[in-house]
């Protein structure tokens, strides 16, 4: 593994159902986040982990709960799908979590709810 | 609220110069950011301002000033690998990045 890996690649999924993406990193970094992105508006915070044991509330984290039991890994799952919830995902990491510290992005997850 | 805006689309040339502007109203400054996404892919960091002026890299350039909210990316000799969309992200008083919506460069020949 290098770097900042997700799974999976594209999904589609009925909505309803529950589904977790996956985020892994292995640069021992100790902030991660997850991000969606929609058509024409900024990539937008849904949680985030400042380091292993702790999460916070993004901008938007409703329908969305995050969990972070190591450094490396930090799950995102939906609970019950909704169509509003179709975007493109991306799982961020940083050394740390103040002023100077860019974000690295892992591949992205396409999630498409119907 | 927060709030960053930068053009929706810009067209240049090849070989040629351009600047991307990007103004931002945050609660708290703690850093600019320049992100480089290709479509389909994952964005990937460019540049870092804190202190107002000019940071070089290459053949990109960063410029803020934090008395007037404002920062531009600035491109020279542009090549078809350019074609991108560049994103401005400013980190608030919290230490989270709040993003524009991203400027989509295209490079015509």
């Known amino acids: 593994i290098a770097g900042i890996t997700q799974a999976p690649t594209s999904q589609i999924l009925a909505a309803g159902r529950r589904m977790t993406l996956r985020c892994t990193q292995d640069m021992r970094h100790n902030a991660m986040y997850w991000y969606r992105q929609d058509l024409g508006l900024g990539l937008r915070l849904i949680h985030y982990?400042?380091?292993?044991?702790?999460?916070g509330k993004g901008e938007v984290p409703d329908g969305y709960s995050v969990s972070r039991a190591n450094t490396d890994d930090f799950p995102l799952t939906l609970a019950s799908a909704v169509p509003s919830q179709t975007s493109v995902y991306f799982c961020?990491?940083?050394?740390?979590?103040?002023?100077?510290?860019?974000?690295?992005f892992g591949p992205g997850t396409r999630l498409t709810v119907l | 609220g927060q709030n960053i805006d930068q053009p929706t689309e810009m067209t240049a040339t090849e070989g040629a110069i351009v600047q991307i502007n990007c103004t931002y109203q945050?609660?708290?400054?703690?850093?600019l950011f320049w992100y480089q996404q290709h479509a389909g892919e994952a964005p990937t960091f460019l540049s870092y301002n804190v202190l107002d002026g000019l940071e070089e890299k290459g053949r990109f350039s960063s410029f803020l000033s934090r008395s007037k909210g404002y920062s531009y990316l600035l491109l020279k000799e542009l090549q078809m690998k350019d074609s991108a969309s560049y994103l401005c992200a400013v980190k608030d008083s919290n230490y989270q990045l709040i993003w524009g919506a991203g400027t989509k460069l295209i490079i015509k020949p």
């Open positions: 945050t609660s708290g400054f703690n850093g």
């Open positions: 982990s400042n380091t292993a044991g702790t999460t």
């Open positions: 961020a990491s940083s050394e740390g979590s103040g002023s100077y510290n860019e974000q690295f």
